[in-house]
Structure formats: structure tokens, C-alpha cells
């Protein structure tokens, strides 16, 4: 059974930066797709960024809105997912969801039901 346990959400200043760390277990490590998921209160979940593991992180892709300043990236040792957050925006206020795909094609993969694992979310809070 997978599991995906996010943690270092926290509060920033405007301008300042996060990482959040992603742990996968349950299953063996193999290529597959994973990504960033964020929801603000009484928004949608949107799409943050995605990558496919394995790959030497060359295989990325950002929403327009964080692309630049947000980095998603994996230790290759542990298959730790990160997301390094710079330059945070108050708009960046949400919870954060880690997520991953049964597969490991990542191109197109923008919406939820592309994904099967969701963590439970860590809080972001910018001001």
C-alpha cells in the first residue's frame, strides 16, 4: 500500500522560501510520475508541478504561475521528493498535496484524477 506523507509547510514573509519534502513508501522504488498539488480555501486544487522520477529531474514541468521560482526535485538515494519554494508570494497561501501517478509518463498529467497516491497536505502560509 503506498503511502506519501508530506512535511515542511510552515509560514513565510512575502519574498522568503520553503521546502517541502514528499516520503514515498509501500511500494518498490521505480520510474513513475509524481507531483505538487496546492488548494487555497474555497479554491480549486490546482496543479503545482510535476516530475518523472528517475530521470535526473531533467523531466520537470511547472504551472506558469510558479514556474522560476518554484523547483521540484528528488534525492536520488531515498526518492525523497522536494519542492524548494522562492520568492513566495502571498498568493502561494494553500495546502500543499504530494501526489504520484501509477505510471511514469508525466506529460499532460495537469489533474487530480491523473493521479492515484495523494499525501494528506502540509500548510503553506505566506504574509
Known amino acids: 500500500h503506498v503511502q506519501l506523507v508530506e512535511s515542511g509547510g510552515g509560514s513565510a514573509r512575502a519574498g522568503g522560501s520553503l521546502r517541502l519534502s514528499c516520503v514515498r513508501s509501500?511500494?518498490?522504488?521505480?520510474?513513475?510520475?509524481m507531483g505538487w498539488f496546492r488548494q487555497a480555501p474555497g479554491k480549486e486544487r490546482e496543479w503545482v508541478a510535476n516530475?518523472?522520477?528517475?530521470?535526473?529531474?531533467?523531466?520537470?514541468r511547472y504551472a506558469v504561475s510558479v514556474r522560476g521560482r518554484f523547483l521540484i526535485s528528488q534525492d536520488k538515494n531515498n526518492g525523497t521528493l522536494y519542492l524548494q519554494m522562492d520568492r513566495l508570494q502571498v498568493e502561494d497561501t494553500a495546502m500543499y498535496y504530494c501526489?504520484?501517478?501509477?505510471?511514469?509518463?508525466?506529460?499532460?498529467?495537469?489533474?487530480?484524477?491523473?493521479?492515484?497516491?495523494w499525501g494528506q497536505g502540509t500548510q503553506v502560509t505566506v504574509s
Open positions: 501526489a504520484a501517478r501509477k505510471e511514469s509518463i508525466c506529460g499532460g498529467a495537469y489533474r487530480q484524477s491523473d493521479y492515484y497516491f
Open positions: 516530475v518523472r522520477t528517475l530521470d535526473f529531474d531533467r523531466d520537470t
Open positions: 509501500g511500494d518498490s522504488y521505480s520510474s513513475y510520475c
